[in-house]
């Protein structure tokens, strides 16, 4: 892995870093880390897998009682 030093970066947008990654309870490396990672992902295609599980997702989406509830969270996020 390569080091990366980047000079000149104004206090305000340091303080801000800081501030996001305390509020997820990690170092100013990790929240920079993971948006770097978010920013520059290389972009995949879309597997068969991906369509199964898309179909699954949207399988009873015509029904109105399904389409009427609130999605369920799970961990925070859809299932």
Known sequence: M???LIRAVPGAIIDEIDRQARALGISRTAF???RLDRE???V???STAD???L???IRDSG???ITDEE???VDGSLP
Do not use: H, K, Q, W
């Open 40 to 42: 520059f992902r290389p």
């Open 2 to 4: 390569t080091d990366i």
């Open 63 to 65: 029904t109105p009682d």
């Open 51 to 53: 369509l199964v599980r």
């Open 32 to 34: 920079l880390r993971r």
């Open 55 to 57: 179909a699954e997702l």
């Open 71 to 73: 999605p369920e969270l």
């Open 44 to 46: 995949g295609g879309v």
